[in-house]
């Protein structure tokens, strides 16, 4: 067994600057429907579901929007408790299999004027 870590920390200002800009196209291209409720217009979930996303990605060894891997092949849900978990789609489930994939968790956090995310994927290579 392998584990993969990816982590990433945004600015919230960033986000806020980018929604005040491009608003209902960059939900749209970022979020999934899902997404968008649970964040329920709050820059501060935009961005820490952003900052797991970008997590996710680097534990999968890839970017987003490379490897056809795009932002909503990655959603960000929570359990019935409130913790979030990750779903994966289309070329990013594909990834996860290519890496024989066994778990993935994430963590996310906000400070202040920051957001962070820590994703562990379980590999079974």
Do not use: W
């Not at 209902?24 to 952003?50: D, N």
């Amino acid at each position: 067994m392998k584990i993969s870590c990816g982590l990433d920390l945004l600015e919230i200002s960033r986000i806020e600057r980018v929604l005040t800009k491009h608003g209902e196209r960059f939900l749209a291209r970022v979020y999934t429907p899902k997404e968008i409720v649970t964040c329920a217009k709050k820059a501060e979930s935009y961005a820490g579901y952003f900052a797991a996303k970008e997590a996710t990605a680097k534990a999968l060894g890839t970017g987003l929007m490379t490897d056809g891997i795009k932002f909503t092949d990655i959603e960000i849900l929570k359990d019935d408790k409130g913790a979030p978990y990750v779903a994966l789609h289309d070329a990013a489930k594909t990834r996860y299999l290519e890496l024989n994939g066994q778990d993935i968790a994430i963590s996310i956090t906000h400070e202040r004027s920051y957001a962070a995310a820590v994703c562990y994927l379980l590999r079974g290579d």
